[in-house]
Structure formats: structure tokens, C-alpha cells
């Protein structure tokens, strides 16, 4: 994987990069990360402007975060109505707009570079739930700095060591997502059991 990576950032340079990260903000399952970090590697050599690589790298993100968003939006009446089917998902949909309402800029600001394999499906929902585009854009913008800027300056930095990085970068994004999955989970469970007992001491009284 990593000498497909390189071969790919030598023939076509920083427009790779951009289309890398523009497609990893949509979704799309692909080494956005180890390419910037080659993207700083291939810098730090002269191989690549450092300017021009982090602004390719920045302009693909930040492009695809509010793709990912005016996809949702424009998509989004259709998705409501087939949750507005089921009460069920649209109880869901209405808690998500609630959460989005009440946190927002810091999930949008987070979820592009602490939690980055969140970054796009919290792009989505924030179009989904219509949540204000000037704030969504505004925080998506602040995160990438983060993300583009970590893993470019990085690869700027161990240059001989991309590989270990990504690696290391790569398990401790996904340690923070398990443990926010458990926090939440924790959140839920919580909730239920306090609902349970509320009920259960109404029935009794």
C-alpha cells in the first residue's frame, strides 16, 4: 500500500492529494491520512512545494466536508420524509438535530481531525438536520486546519518513519472512537435505567 502511495504522489503530485482528502470527507474509504503524511514527506525532500501541498491538501477537505453537506441538504426532504415514516427514526433524526443544535461547533470542529473517521458522517447529519451552514462551514474550516496541519507537518518532520506513523495515528483515532462509543453507550444506558425507575416507582405509588 505505502509504494502505491508514493508512486501515485510522484506521478500526479498534490493533485492526488486533493482528491484524496476531497473523497475521504464523502465517505470514501481511502488512505487520506498516509497521503499527507507522504504529501510532508515528499515536501521535506523538495519533491513538492510544502505551500502548495498544504493548501492542496486543505482546499480537498474542506471541499469535501460541504459537498458532503449540500448532498445531504439538497437529498435531505427525502430522507426526512422516509423517517417521518417510522417514529422510531424520526424520534432519532429529531435527537440528532437536538444534539446538533445544542453542540454543533464543537462536534463539526472535532470530528474533522480528533475523531476524523466521524468527520463524514457528522457532515451528513448536519445537512440532514439542516443545521446552519455559515457555523458548519466556519468550524469544519478550524478543524481541517488541525488535521491538514498535523499529519502534513508530520510527515514534514519523520519523513523516514510515514509508514509507523500512520499506523500509530491510525490506531489512536480509533481508540478515540471506540471510547466515545462507550461514553455514549454509557449515556444511553443511564438514561434508560433512570427512565425504568422513574416508571417503576410511578406504577407503584
Not at 475521504?24 to 525532500?45: D, E, H, K, Q, R
Not at 453537506?69 to 427525502?78: D, E, I, T, V
Not at 420524509?81 to 461547533?105: E, F
Amino acid at each position: 500500500m505505502t509504494e502505491i502511495i508514493l508512486d501515485l504522489m510522484t506521478d500526479y503530485g498534490v493533485l492526488i492529494l486533493f482528491v484524496v482528502t476531497f473523497l475521504s470527507c464523502l465517505c470514501v474509504p481511502i488512505p487520506s491520512s498516509l497521503m499527507m503524511l507522504a504529501g510532508g514527506s515528499f515536501a521535506a525532500t523538495g519533491d513538492l512545494d510544502t505551500t502548495t501541498t498544504v493548501a492542496a491538501a486543505y482546499g480537498g477537505a474542506v471541499a469535501g466536508d460541504n459537498s458532503g453537506y449540500f448532498l445531504a441538504r439538497r437529498f435531505g426532504r427525502r430522507i426526512s420524509d422516509w423517517l417521518d415514516a417510522n417514529p422510531k427514526r424520526a424520534k432519532l433524526r429529531d435527537g440528532a438535530k437536538s444534539y446538533m443544535d445544542r453542540k454543533g461547533p464543537i462536534s463539526v470542529f472535532l470530528s474533522c481531525w480528533l475523531v476524523a473517521p466521524l468527520g463524514p458522517y457528522v457532515n451528513l447529519v448536519s445537512g440532514i438536520t439542516g443545521y446552519n451552514w455559515v457555523k458548519f462551514a466556519l468550524w469544519g474550516a478550524a478543524g481541517e486546519v488541525f488535521w491538514v496541519g498535523i499529519y502534513i507537518g508530520l510527515g514534514y518532520s519523520f519523513s523516514d518513519q510515514i509508514t509507523t506513523l500512520a499506523t500509530m495515528l491510525g490506531n489512536a483515532s480509533g481508540f478515540l472512537v471506540a471510547l466515545l462509543a462507550v461514553i455514549a453507550m454509557g449515556h444511553w444506558l443511564w438514561k434508560v435505567s433512570k427512565r425504568d425507575a422513574s416508571h417503576s416507582h410511578g406504577n407503584i405509588a
